[in-house]
Structure formats: C-alpha cells, structure tokens
C-alpha cells in the first residue's frame, strides 16, 4: 500500500486526509503526524473574549480514524528528499509521497502592542475591555500587519469592542483600525470593501489606510515611514512565521514555495499545504483548497483517472454587516434575549472553514449544533472573489523599505561585486561549497533558466552538514532561501542597507529584471557609505 505521510493535522492535513480518502484508486496507507493531540477550529476565538463564542477542539487521532487516516504524535523536523524519508521528533519515517500542511507560527508584528493569536489572547482582550469600561483606557488601536495574515479578525475585534461599550453604557473611547491595505478588507471585493467601511463608521471606528504599525510605546502607535497615532492600548494580528525545516526550500519568513498542484518544485514527490506554502492569504478556506489540489495531484501520480486541477484560488463566504441572523446567534450559543445586539462576526460561517471535504465531515461529527442555514436577504454580501494576480502580487511582496524619489550618492550597481556566483538548484552541495571555496564567497545566486530563484550561503551549507547529509547527494534546491528579497542595479546604496536592515540579511542580490548580476555585501555597502560620509549628517 503506498504510505502518504502528512505533516500536521490542522484544517489543511485534516482535507487532504479526506480528499485522498475520496479520490484515491486503490487503498492508501495516509499517516498525519503533528506534535499536537488536537484538531483545532479557531475562528469563533475572536468572539471568546466577548463571551460570545469559544474556540473548539477535537481528539485528532478520533478525526484521523474517522478520515481513514492514522496520527503519529510527532513533529517533522527535515526531509531527506533523495531517501523519501521524513525526518521527526519520533525517527526517521520512511514515505512514498509527503504532503508538508504544519501551519505557521504567529509571532508579534508590532513591538510593544498585544498580539492577538487566538485562543491563547482571550484573557488579554478580556483585560483591555474590563480596563476600558472601568474608564481606565481612552483610546485603543487595532493594527492589521503588513505581509502575510488574515486581516478579518481586526475588523471583528474592533467592531465587537464597539458593541460591547455601547452595551456597558461607556462613551468616549475611541476606537481606530490601522491597516497597510489601500482600502478596508481589500481582498473582499467592491461590494465587501463598502460594506464594511459603512459597518466602520456606524460603529464609530476610525480607519486609518495605507499605514504600517512599526512600534507601540509611550502612549502612542507610531507608523512607518513617519506619523504617530495616540493611543492607550494597541492590538495587533501577528506576523506569521514558517517553522524552519531542515532539506526543504523556504522564504525568508520560512514559507514553501509550491506550484500550482501545490507541489514544491523540483523535489520529487514533496507537496506543501495550507498557512506554510509561500501564498500569500493565510485562511482556512485557502488552506483547503490547496490541499485539495494537492491531494488530486497525489490521486493521480498514485494511479486515480483523473486530471488534475490546478489550484485557483476563490475567496469565498459571506459578509455579514447587519442585524443579528437568528441563526447565527444559535451557532455562537448567544441566548435569544441576550444583552448583546448584533453579532459583529463579519465572516459566514464563522465556525466553518470551508473546505470541500472537510466542512460536511465537521458537520457530521456530532459537533453541538446541526450546520447553520446560509443567512440571506439584508444585510449579507455575498463574496465570491477569484484572487488575482495582481491582488497577490501586492500581498506577497515583502515589507519595502520605500525608495527615496531620487538616489543621493553612490547607487547598489555602483558597489555591488559583479563576480557573482551563480549556481543551478539541482547542483550539489559538495560543488557549490568547493565553487565557494575557489571564488572566496559565503553566498551563491541560485538561478533557474537565468531567472533566480534562490540564494545559498555558507550558513545553509553549514545547516546543512550539520544535519549530516551526503555532500555529493544534498542539492542546493533543499537548502536554499527562496524567492529572496532583491534590488534592481540602480537603487541607491542607502536604500540597499535599510532592505538588509529591515530583513536581518547579509547578502543581497542585485537584479537586473529577474537576472542575477550582482551581489551586495553588508559589510561592502556600510565601508563605503562610512567613506563617502553619506548618511551619517555631514
Ligand atoms: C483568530 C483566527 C481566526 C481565523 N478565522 C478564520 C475564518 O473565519 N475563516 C477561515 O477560513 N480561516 C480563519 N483563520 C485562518 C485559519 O485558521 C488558517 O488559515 C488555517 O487553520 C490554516 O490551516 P493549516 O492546516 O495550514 O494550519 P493549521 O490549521 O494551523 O494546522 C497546522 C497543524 O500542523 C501542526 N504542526 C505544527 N508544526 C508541526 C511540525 N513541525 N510537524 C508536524 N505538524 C506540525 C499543528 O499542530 C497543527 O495541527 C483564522 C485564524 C485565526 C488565528
């Protein structure tokens, strides 16, 4: 029986379990392995602190059996692509396909303002919330992040703030919504985007556009490049973070790149799900869709006649900007005559991720309550919103240091080494450290087709051995970062050290469109603004 080891057992394992379950030809042998015992549906967590709601969670190894899958407790670590091993906290385990769906880490976007991550923040909205009605707090900031997240639980908490002081008689907290998005929920379409910027301002909060949160202290959320917005509390939505592995490709924020069938390219047999994979919107329903993709690529390389779809991503569900749907009130478990008006939840189904597979088997677990009738009529948007390119392009690039109008001093093509070393993903790790040797560099372009695709330093080399593989076996595609942060030949050199600032770096390729020609040095570009006195006020 062919082995299908999926790494995790959140929303993206648990549909792919089940999609391959559908899809398979012939009995599959699909183990989940997640350090975790259980499965957990954390939408209704923004409505916890308001008592409105409580995140749930189910016995995984209980839903792995349902979905004809069987749970390892364990956590994967790094994959040995050339021997299709995984490797985990509980051994070496060998797979005949390996579908990585562990999620992301949440980590704080906004240096001294609270985070937001779910479950585990309701006793802190809880806190802010009994401080603001005992008329301790005046002003409190929601911050939507700039990179990858899900923007809606700050549209949530915000407006549910807004509810629960007009239900405890409390006037004069002002409430403000900070997001980098051009325009409020921005992913949702016209319809969505009017829709809540309405629901915005009949509950009196403020919005503030085009703005990133870079740090909350002394009474107030200062913005990025410049600005300050006064406030006593800010609350954030985290940054989301891939948990680093060892023999796998990863962005700089430890996302896997994949490709359309939500294979990561070039490794054989190697697919990635859900919130780790590098694209850009992090939601269940996403989640779900990729898994499905990737479990009919799986179906038919194990021998399904079928053709596979590739993934287009639809956001898809409701906007809720209204009234109270009876119904709804059921599902958060809100009593009928409750003091509360409104529900403020924005998102249909809220305790529902949508997943083609995944949805009816939740339903059908005995969960409290028999699935909620879609709400129609007033009040409700539908959102049906094929992402776009374009849309995407936006989310996935990474946080831009913005570049001056013109270049003052000497521009990136003018220091940059031009000697660039540039390898190829299926290279080996033994060449490349022996090409490195020679060039008497610690970093290599990766490129694919001239376009690079990657970047290799001696660092991942030294990760690499560290995790003892074979030199002459280990490529450079499974250690690489990719997709790296870049700059064109003329950006100014000031510009360059705030990008390698900003993102912690110490090489960054210089590109002429998506061709390596050049490779700047941190040390390189800080000696020679200290010799040409640019940037130090003189
Ligand atoms: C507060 C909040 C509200 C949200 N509301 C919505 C909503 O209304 N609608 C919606 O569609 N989405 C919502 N989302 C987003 C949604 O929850 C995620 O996009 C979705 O869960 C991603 O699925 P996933 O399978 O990639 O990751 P997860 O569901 O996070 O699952 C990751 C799994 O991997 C396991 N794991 C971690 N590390 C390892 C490892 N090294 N090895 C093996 N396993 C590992 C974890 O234990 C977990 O089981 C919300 C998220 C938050 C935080």
């Not at 082995?3 to 792919?16: D, N």
């Not at 997001?179 to 949702?188: I, K």
């Not at 990760?463 to 003892?468: G, K």
Request: glycine share 10%; charged share 20%; with cysteine.
């Amino acid at each position: 029986m062919p082995h299908v080891l999926i790494a995790g057992g959140g929303v993206a394992a648990l549909e792919a379990a089940l999609a391959l379950r559908a899809l398979a030809p012939d009995p599959v042998d699909v183990e989940l392995l997640g350090p975790e015992p259980h499965f957990w549906y954390r939408p209704l967590s923004v409505a916890e602190p308001f008592g409105r709601g409580e995140a749930r969670h189910y016995e995984l190894s209980t839903l792995a059996a349902d979905a004809g899958a069987r749970f390892t407790h364990g956590e994967l670590q790094g994959v040995d692509v050339a021997a299709h091993e995984a490797r985990t906290s509980v051994g070496s385990i060998a797979y005949d396909v390996l579908l990585v769906a562990i999620g992301a880490n949440p980590v704080a976007a906004v240096p001294g303002a609270e985070t937001f991550r779910g479950p585990a923040d309701t006793g802190t909205i809880r806190g802010i919330l009994a401080e603001a009605v005992a008329g301790h707090v005046h002003r409190i900031a929601f911050v939507v992040p700039r990179g990858a997240t899900w923007a809606l639980p700050a549209y949530e908490l915000a407006l549910m703030t807004a509810t629960h002081l007009r239900a405890h008689d409390v006037e004069g907290v002002e409430l403000v919504l900070v997001t980098p998005e051009e325009e409020p929920l921005q992913l949702f379409g016209r319809a969505g985007i009017d829709a809540v910027q309405r629901l915005l301002e009949e509950h009196e909060v403020r919005l503030v556009t085009l703005a990133t949160a870079s740090e909350f202290s002394y009474g107030a959320l200062s913005l990025s490049p410049e600005g300050r917005i006064p406030c006593d509390r800010a609350i954030a939505l985290p940054r989301l973070r891939g948990p680093r592995l060892d023999g796998l490709p990863q962005t700089l924020d430890g996302f896997v790149p994949v490709d359309a069938h939500a294979c990561v390219p070039g490794l054989e047999d190697v697919y990635a799900a859900g919130d780790i994979t590098s694209f850009p919107v992090k939601q269940g329903g996403i989640a779900t869709q990729l898994a499905d993709a990737a479990a009919q690529a799986i179906a038919a390389r194990l021998g399904a006649d079928l053709v596979p779809q590739p993934f287009r991503p639809i956001l898809r569900g409701m906007l809720l900007t209204g009234g109270t749907p009876r119904f709804l009130r059921h599902e958060l478990g809100a009593s009928a005559d409750s003091a509360m008006a409104g529900s403020d939840l924005l998102w249909w189904p809220p305790a529902k991720i949508v997943g083609r597979y995944l949805s009816p088997f939740l339903a059908g677990l005995g969960a409290p309550e028999e699935p909620p009738a879609v709400p129609s009529g007033q009040g409700v948007v539908e959102i049906e919103v094929a992402l776009t390119d374009r849309e995407l392009e936006r989310l996935a690039a990474p946080p831009q240091a913005p570049e001056p109008e013109e270049t003052v001093g000497e521009s990136v093509g003018d220091v940059m080494s031009t000697e660039v070393l540039v390898v190829a993903p299926e290279d080996t790790l033994g060449e490349v450290a022996e090409r490195m040797r020679r060039c008497d560099t610690g970093c290599a372009a990766v490129a694919h087709y001239g376009r690079l695709i990657g970047i290799l330093t001696s660092r991942d080399l030294l990760r690499a051995f560290a995790a003892r593989v074979h030199p002459s076996e280990a490529r450079v595609r499974e250690w690489m970062t990719a997709d790296p942060v870049t700059v064109p030949v003329s950006a100014g050199l000031e510009h360059a050290i705030t990008q390698m600032n900003t993102h912690a770096i110490h090489h960054l390729p210089v590109v002429d469109g998506e061709r390596p020609v050049g490779m700047l040095g941190y040390r390189q570009a800080v000696s020679r603004t200290r010799a040409s006195g640019v940037g130090l006020g003189f």
